[in-house]
Each structure stands twice: as structure tokens, then as C-alpha cells.
């Protein structure tokens, strides 16, 4: 993000999750392919249901986004913000830790890993 902007590339995978095709973009990861997602805009989308083990979500944008439910325990959240996101059932990584969550849904900090 050189200009402080989060990112919204053209993408096929990324333009998936904001057009919310989940069974293409979980099809599409079950093939093996993959997208790079540091830094991205996912402000208000609702991403429950896609398979998102394993990618890098730093330093991206999560204001009002749905993740209830998803399993990031593989992912990486570094620098990410959660601002006013819904995160009941979500399972995050181990170093993240609960404050550093809670912060970031409260008052949209980044969060930083312990």
C-alpha cells in the first residue's frame, strides 16, 4: 500500500470474494490456485463459506466484513483491521492475541502479532 490506500486488485480470486462466488473461488483453491491479498480492501463483504486457509491477509481491511464462522487460524492477520467486523464463531491464529482482536473490531487498530 504505497499510497496508505488498501489495494483492490483485478484479480480473478480477489474480484471472487467481493462478488461473493464462493463455490468458484473454493473450487478454484481446491485446483491449487492462489491469490496474493496483502493489503486488500474487504471492507463490508461477507466472506463466510470461502476457503481462506493459509493466505496472507496482512495489513488488509476488514471494517464491517462478515467473517463469522471462518477458520484463519492458518492465516495471516498481521497489520490487518477488523473495525466493526462480525467475528462470532471465527477462529483466529494463536498469536494474535484476544485484546489485540478485540481493539482492532472496537477502534479499527491494526493488529499486531505477541
Do not use: W
Amino acid at each position: 500500500m504505497p499510497d496508505g490506500k488498501p489495494r483492490q486488485p483485478a484479480e480473478p480470486m480477489y474480484l471472487m470474494l467481493r462478488a461473493s462466488r464462493i463455490e468458484d473461488f473454493n473450487r478454484l483453491r481446491k485446483a491449487g490456485q492462489t491469490s496474493d491479498f496483502h493489503g486488500c480492501d474487504f471492507r463490508g463483504i461477507d466472506l463466510r463459506g470461502f476457503d481462506v486457509a493459509g493466505m496472507d491477509f496482512s495489513d488488509s481491511y476488514f471494517r464491517q466484513a462478515d467473517l463469522r464462522g471462518l477458520d484463519l487460524r492458518t492465516c495471516r492477520l498481521q497489520g490487518a483491521s477488523l473495525h466493526a467486523a462480525h467475528i462470532s464463531g471465527a477462529y483466529f491464529p494463536v498469536e494474535l492475541a484476544p485484546d489485540e482482536i478485540d481493539l482492532s473490531v472496537r477502534l479499527g487498530t491494526r493488529m499486531r502479532y505477541r
